[in-house]
């Protein structure tokens, strides 16, 4: 592993933190770290590229790939968040932690997520960084990223579409990549990360598995399905009945009334 180029990635990363930190506390909203959240591992693939030069095909095609979801992923939740308050989820953290909120986000918001994203990025290293032209699991690695892209792209144009429906207010998104999972976009980053590790291991990287199963865990766990479906059933009244009949990450087909009765007998 090239831990120059890694710790330079980590001081780039926490280097655009600060500087988002400090505008953060000038208009006392630090909701666009989400913004930044995917720029963090475009940073380390655009350093370790700069330091593996010239590039194997793996490498550029990785490069590449982050590229892409990187910035698509940015530009939306920018686009969606612009004008609007700071999120719930800042607010509470916010509210938790006054007085001094404005010196602890650099690290509980800021610090946190790159260093988070800095050690999830360990699978880009040897992706990138070592020899390599394109396998039978690149070409795995590299199908699995394009459905992982299709279910998190394709899920949060279908969720904006829905939103700018006024009629559409208070109710609950059960068509299209939604009607076979109740997070279209969360499964597809577990997918774009999987094919990164699958691009990782074609590399000699095996040990990297570790980022994955962390972000596996985030989405899962911490900041993905569980943040998300806190209390939603309370201001939607209509997504109990969608929770009955919908996956929660993994697609699937969608329960119907004989399936949900089958298993209320069965309790």
Request: one cysteine or more; a positive charge; aromatic letters at 14%.
């Amino acid at each position: 592993m090239d831990m120059q180029a890694y710790l330079l990635a980590l001081a780039l990363i926490l280097g655009v933190g600060v500087v988002a930190w400090a505008v953060s506390v000038m208009i006392r909203n630090v909701a666009f770290v989400d913004s930044l959240w995917s720029l963090f591992f475009l940073i380390a693939a655009v350093v370790f590229a700069v330091q593996a030069a010239p590039l194997s095909a793996r490498g550029l095609l990785v490069t590449l790939l982050v590229a892409i979801w990187a910035l698509r992923l940015s530009i939306y939740i920018t686009a969606r968040n612009w004008g609007e308050p700071e999120d719930y989820r800042y607010q509470k953290i916010r509210e938790n932690n006054d007085p001094g909120f404005a010196v602890k986000s650099l690290y509980i918001v800021f610090g946190l997520q790159g260093v988070l994203a800095w050690i999830i990025a360990m699978p880009l290293i040897p992706a990138i960084m070592n020899p390599g032209g394109i396998g039978l699991l690149e070409t795995l690695a590299a199908a699995l990223w394009l459905v992982g892209f299709v279910f998190e792209a394709g899920g949060d144009y279908q969720l904006a579409k829905f939103k700018r429906e006024g009629s559409n207010k208070g109710r609950v998104l059960n068509n299209g990549l939604w009607r076979y999972t109740r997070h279209p976009n969360y499964f597809g980053d577990f997918c774009i990360w999987w094919a990164f590790y699958l691009f990782a291991l074609a590399a000699g990287g095996w040990w990297t598995i570790y980022a994955p199963v962390l972000m596996t865990v985030l989405l899962l766990r911490v900041s993905g399905v569980m943040l998300m479906e806190k209390g939603i059933t309370s201001r939607r009244p209509g997504y109990r009945q969608y929770v009955e009949r919908t996956n929660a990450f993994f697609p699937g087909r969608p329960k119907s009334k004989s399936d949900l009765q089958a298993a209320e007998l069965t309790r």
